[in-house]
């Protein structure tokens, strides 16, 4: 799985897109069926010229590459890329641009295993945007913020 996300990590660096950030890696028990093995999440800031819509498919095309296999829902997947966040001179609410496009991701606001690692990306993103992510975080319980936890820092992936 890390070496999955390693490479996923490399790939958003090549072509139409552009790694300006990347997450220390952290784990969390799995979200649905306890059956299974822990996750590992990371986020990256990504830049492109590329449309949301055009990203989101480039995005979910390297999935494929890198190996995805359809699964059942809440099961352990070999990679899941997410847009989670955009802004281009502010943030971008893509379901406003795109009806087929849930941006910012759905349920982004309270899943701790997204918002540790987002955590990480403050200093890249605009101020407004960080200080919600941030808001989002210290609304958490102490027990959902332990949750997740930190295995590697960032840079992470270059050692992969």
């Known amino acids: 799985m890390r070496q999955t996300l390693a490479r996923a990590c490399g790939a958003l660096d090549e072509g139409p897109l552009r790694l300006c950030g990347l997450s220390a890696l952290h784990a969390s028990h799995p979200m649905g069926p306890a059956d299974q093995p822990d996750f590992l999440n990371a986020a990256a800031c990504v830049a492109s010229a590329l449309g949301l819509r055009h990203l989101l498919q480039h995005v979910k095309a390297l999935e494929v590459g890198l190996g995805?296999?359809?699964?059942?829902?809440?099961?352990?997947?070999?990679?899941?890329?997410?847009?989670?966040?955009?802004?281009?001179?502010?943030p971008l609410l893509a379901h406003d641009l795109d009806p087929a496009l849930d941006v910012p991701h759905p349920g982004l606001w309270s899943r701790p295993f997204v918002?540790?690692?987002?955590?990480?990306?403050?200093?890249?993103?605009?101020?407004?945007?960080?200080?919600?992510?941030?808001?989002?975080?210290?609304?958490?319980?102490?027990?959902?913020?332990?949750?997740?936890w930190r295995v590697e820092e960032a840079g992470w992936f270059r050692s992969s």
């Open 68 to 90: 995805r296999v359809a699964r059942e829902r809440w099961r352990e997947r070999e990679l899941d890329l997410d847009l989670l966040l955009a802004w281009e001179d502010g």
């Open 115 to 148: 918002l540790a690692p987002l955590m990480d990306l403050l200093d890249g993103m605009p101020p407004s945007l960080g200080r919600q992510v941030e808001a989002a975080w210290e609304r958490l319980s102490v027990e959902e913020a332990r949750m997740v």
